[in-house]
């Protein structure tokens, strides 16, 4: 049986890890690298590290930030934010990040994914998606680009199988609506996305304890992100891994 795996959220504005709840009311918490590290120590299966404000800003991602997170980390990490093209990805994987996610520019330009998927690889590419809420699509949630900030009409089930097709690899479904609120992973759009596409998905936005990413995984998540459980000390990735062990969870231990 696969191993379920435990990714750590690094949201980077101005090269501080930062978070909030559903977006907004974001505090500073430290310096990306230096936690990039401390979860590697504990045990992370891999890392995700955002600039969440490059691409609302217009601007290319922070590569230096890139480039120092993979000299201090030995296991797999993805980058997204201010990736608007080819030569923007090629230069983040060249820094030593073996993943891309693409969000906003995916959904204003998705020949982004399947030229990315031809040049780099399937596997390289990682479709993010922030959906929220909203009774009138067919699957119940919409699709936000640009951090929340703009609506598209898009419904979310459709675009994760049209971004599969187009070439993803494995895509990320942050729920707006359980962001930073600690009260559980919004399990009915991640189900329907796992159900619906063929490659793993990522479960993230509402992590507050072992038992809500027991019920991710047991919900077809093939992965769970976490951010301010972690960042407030709330528990440690070890913490995590053992009680999912004792929950009967498949999980790398350390």
Known sequence: MLKR??????????????????FQSNIDLGDPVELA???YEDGADELVVYDITASAERRAIDIGMVRSVAETIR????????????ADMERVLDAGAEKISVNSLAVKNPSIISEG???????????GMDPVFNPKMPCGYEITTRGFRERTGIDAVEWGRKAVELGAGEV?????????????????????????????VVASGGAG?????????ENHADAAIVAGILHSGLT???????????????????
């Open 5 to 22: 795996r435990i990714i750590p959220c690094l949201d980077v504005i101005n090269r501080r890890v930062t978070k909030g709840v559903k």
């Open 37 to 39: 590290l401390r979860y």
């Open 75 to 86: 296991i797999p990490f993805s980058v997204g934010g201010g990736i608007s093209s080819l």
């Open 117 to 127: 998927a031809k040049a780099f690889g399937v596997q390289c590419i990682v479709l």
């Open 172 to 200: 990320v479904v942050n729920s707006v609506d359980a962001d930073g609120t600690r009260n559980g992973f919004e399990l009915n759009i991640t189900s329907k996305i796992a159900e619906s596409i063929g490659v793993p």
């Open 209 to 217: 304890s072992a038992e809500h990413l027991r019920d991710a995984f």
């Open 236 to 254: 440690t990735i070890k913490e995590l891994k053992l009680k999912l062990k004792e929950l009967g969870i498949p999980i790398r231990l350390v």
